[in-house]
């Protein structure tokens, strides 16, 4: 709990990484919202290097999740257990994933970070849980590259910036601690 009135230091301080998704749809609308959040952020020179992806197909979403396991089991690591250990899915049984790709443009990195921001604090906003996931970037980088990209729907000059993984939470927790000394007062 936050001390906050504010509704928009509310959802910041109180958003959490889901890891356990019931699997439910969510609607059109809660699609929308979250495709306006990613286009609503800021971005430099106000270039939008970023092309919006919203999957609600989840025989799709479970198809791409099965895949990347099956890479990240293929490798030598830890990520595989680590995401055996936490239900063997790599989306954690969410209805929608926002991936937001990118171009080339210099500060793209930057300015999709600042989107799937949007999307996280939207999706609480909208009560709806969600967690970050880079990892979806696997299937795209692995040896169906191509056929992925195409699936998804990644226009041409784009590539993975980061994505969403967006339902309703089956489990909750608190949000991470604030850690204070990181941050210095002048």
């Known amino acids: ?13 109180d958003r959490y990484s889901c890891r356990d998704f019931t699997g ?7 699609a929308g919202a979250l495709a306006k959040a990613a286009l609503a952020a800021p971005s430099a020179m106000n270039l939008q290097p970023w092309h919006i992806i919203v999957i609600t197909d989840k025989a799709l979403i479970d198809e791409y999740d099965a895949h990347a396991m099956a890479i990240l089991k293929d490798q030598s ?15 954690y049984n969410a209805p929608c994933l926002v991936v937001i790709a990118k171009d080339a443009t210099d500060y793209a990195t930057l300015d999709c970070g600042i ?15 969600s967690v ?38 089956n489990t909750g927790k608190a949000p991470h601690e604030l850690d204070n000394a990181k941050v210095t007062y002048i």
């Open 1 to 13: 709990m936050n001390e906050f009135k504010n509704e928009t230091m509310k959802a910041i301080l």
């Open 24 to 30: 439910e749809p969510i609607t059109k609308e809660q």
């Open 77 to 91: 690591g830890d990520a595989y257990k680590r995401m055996m250990d936490r239900g063997g899915k790599l989306f």
């Open 115 to 129: 989107a799937t921001q949007n999307v996280a604090l939207a999706a609480h906003s909208l009560g709806l849980a």
């Open 132 to 169: 970050i996931c880079g990892m979806a970037r696997i299937p795209l980088a692995g040896p169906k590259a191509e056929e992925w990209t195409k699936r998804l729907q990644i226009p041409d000059g784009y590539n993975f910036g980061m994505s969403v993984c967006v339902g309703i939470a």
